[in-house]
């Protein structure tokens, strides 16, 4: 059964960092696209950033400069670094993988920008 397990959300201030991880298990995704997503309240999901088996990664307009995604496909996880973290930052955010016409989403953790 292929699982996306992610962590490392919480409450941050204005300014700090948090770093995501999503473990993902069930296959080898050393093969797939990886990525995160994000939704704020009220909002729809949108796209944080991509990355995909060849190293080709893709970011939001919002978080160039401050998200790094990587992935260690060793251990069949994909990472998201997240600095400057800003109020509109605050969403729940999911893990997603897609491999050969499947997908498979994260259950999302939270993360709150917040002084």
């Known amino acids: 059964q292929v699982q996306l397990v992610e962590s490392g959300g919480g409450l941050v201030q204005p300014g700090g960092s948090l770093r995501l991880s999503c473990a993902a298990s069930?296959?080898?995704?050393?093969?797939?696209?990886m990525g995160w997503y994000r939704q704020a309240p009220g909002k729809q999901r949108e796209l944080v950033a991509i990355?995909?088996?060849?190293?080709?990664?893709n970011y939001a307009e919002s978080v160039k400069g401050r998200f790094t995604i990587s992935r260690d496909n060793a251990k069949n996880t994909v990472y998201l670094q997240m600095n400057s973290l800003k109020p509109e930052d605050t969403a729940v955010y999911y893990c997603?993988?897609?491999?050969?016409?499947?997908?498979?989403w994260g259950q999302g953790t939270q993360v709150t920008v917040s002084s």
């Open positions: 997603y993988a897609a491999w050969f016409g499947n997908d498979r």
């Open positions: 990355r995909s088996s060849g190293g080709n990664t």
């Open positions: 069930g296959r080898d995704f050393s093969s797939s696209v």
